[in-house]
């Protein structure tokens, strides 16, 4: 989208509607960003209340209409079910002149239904486009409101052939001003790469979790004294509400299926390799996975990085002399994290640092008092 | 095994035969609990002398016979497939009434190995217990050793028929002075956990990897920004080194198996219930995974904590200052990990805090300047 900036300049009042974590984040980060007229509506009374006493955009509306009248941009941020009702209403009360967007999470059904709405409303399709920020874990409700939410974020854009370019780019240029980055993707394609990326993930961790935790029933504790970080890993996302998931992989479901289907049929591949001592076909396997998880996850786990291992209590502020002390020598931290032992009353923490950086870095952990040495990643 | 520890405090000459790592942490752990003597060998001459140079044990010996003459127990830390020779080369040159041990990571066919060669030997097995120290990862070479290494890991011993009491006891006690937990499992028994919370999940992984790898080719990079936190945690040991997995995965093919057949056929049912649309059944599988994650992963994401999410850039100093704030307002973090921005340029640090202490954790990052806000763990 070449010269996507110069339009967006235009927009200067927004309505958001839905005053949650994303609506209150994105009021307060267009207000920062200058925007003349920042409006916020929310259906829930006590929502819109708890948004006006914290200042969130410029004025909290007590009705859509008024909120959304002479806007030039109506972004709706309510819960997926209720947005192609929300947007067709919208549709009934503004000009045609205004563009039209959402923040759900599913893309492929929801902008076809928006479209259908649209054209039954008698509006204009060409003025919508969908839209999903990636922008990390919902806490719900306008007291999560982050300025900064959406800033470094990638925001996707789902446009469909009745999307005007027009639409594309001053919604484009609206969140590139809340400090978004833009991907434009059809929403088939967006489903579907969520379906690989994050929901099969979760039924993958899921399963993994559900399999080991079965185990414990024939062989008691000793799969907690067993399981290392890589378990720990590999099933943090098992955790997630149940409910929260079923919703989505509800919504998801043929993407989500085929991502499973491809995924089952490799790991049958995989099996029939260890079955049949194939050793060579598990070692391309094991090193196509190590050289793909190095490119899609870029930053962490590079070769050219290790792991200084600080020992740590529990006690508060252990962490922070640690770090510290790395901070005052000029060490960059790359990455981190907590290895707990196994007991859950002592631990380790992990700090992630270049390779050339390594004996430095033990050096001043060392100062500091700290027993710590450097381990590898990811043996 | 009760009254495990009397019989320990026989043990004061200790032989370690391996001087990487493992060994060489026995031996700095070993001195420091003040033991009489600590002996070490390795039989490459290199090795030897680095670790004479660090001062690893009381003495360096450069022959076998010489380090393992007249010492109450030794212990063989050397490479897996090197164990039972040199378990049967120590048993021609010690007494009947020395205990041998190893910390080779699989159990089963080694321990049956090491018993028929001690037997071939006319050696006694009963003087043999098997053993695994659970201790985090693994740089090689003596400079890696580190006093701290076992204090608080889980050391697996499993003992066969064959196995004296008085070994496991002796040996255990050993154990225990170095700091671990000593956890008692059948040789079996052990190869079974470790396939199914350590070798599965690596192929469960690499699988994953491997899967959203090739979708690039299709993709292109759109699924670099569309991949998260539950990507990066359920892929991140995808990374590892291929050939040290393949030679894991070799040596306990038949557990491996039979834990990924297990993990196949649950897999199915989730697909079976995705495509039957069965949500109740799919539900009941992400319910009881939750609560099995919860379970066997104690600490970490629970639902009394939160996460405490600090914008951070990459300049050295930050990071410690933000945990610092958290140290000095006696907020104890729990856990913590790194967020990378999509572009690797920009992140936040997610540090885990107790529920009841969320608000004081934000109004202490913020007192700091830091851009900050609180997330549910795992949404």
Request: proline residues 4%; negative net charge.
């Amino acid at each position: 989208v070449s010269g996507a900036t110069r339009p967006s300049e235009g927009i200067d009042r927004v309505a958001i509607v839905g005053a949650g974590l994303v609506g209150g984040s994105i009021a307060l980060a267009a207000d920062a960003a200058g925007l003349a007229e920042v409006r916020l509506f929310d259906a829930d009374p006590a929502v819109r209340e708890r948004a006006a006493e914290l200042g969130l955009g410029s004025a909290v509306h007590e009705d859509l209409a008024g909120a959304v009248a002479g806007v030039e941009l109506v972004l709706v941020a309510t819960p997926p079910h209720t947005v192609a009702d929300v947007i067709a209403e919208v549709a009934r009360l503004v000009g045609p002149g205004t563009f039209l967007t959402d923040a759900a999470s599913l893309k492929s059904d929801l902008t076809l239904e928006v479209e259908s709405r649209l054209r039954d409303a008698a509006a204009d399709p060409s003025r919508f486009v969908g839209g999903h920020p990636m922008a990390g874990s919902e806490r719900s409700g306008p007291d999560a409101a982050d300025a900064s939410l959406f800033q470094g974020a990638t925001w996707i854009l789902t446009p469909r052939a009745s999307t005007a370019d027009g639409t594309l780019q001053a919604v484009s240029g609206f969140l590139r001003r809340l400090g978004a980055r833009v991907l434009v993707l059809g929403p088939d394609r967006h489903d579907e790469l969520v379906a690989l990326v994050s929901h099969l993930p979760q039924l993958v961790a899921s399963t993994l979790a559900e399999v080991a935790g079965s185990a414990v029933e024939t062989t008691g504790d000793a799969v907690l004294a067993v399981a290392g970080g890589g378990f720990r890993d590999t099933t943090r996302i098992a955790a997630s509400d149940p409910d929260l998931w079923l919703g989505i992989l509800r919504g998801n479901r043929p993407a989500v299926l085929e991502a499973l289907d491809r995924y089952r049929r490799r790991l049958d591949e995989v099996a029939d390799a260890l079955a049949t001592e194939d050793w060579s076909r598990l070692e391309t396997v094991l090193a196509r996975a190590s050289a793909a998880r190095r490119r899609l996850v870029p930053k962490a786990d590079q070769g050219s990085a290790v792991d200084l291992v600080v020992a740590l209590d529990d006690r508060p502020g252990t962490l922070g002399a640690a770090t510290s002390a790395l901070g005052e020598a000029g060490i960059n931290i790359e990455d981190l994290a907590m290895r707990h032992a196994t007991d859950a009353t002592r631990g380790a923490l992990l700090l992630r640092v270049r390779r050339d950086a390594a004996t430095r870095a033990l050096a001043a952990a060392r100062d500091q008092g700290f027993t710590a040495h450097v381990e590898e990643v990811d043996p």
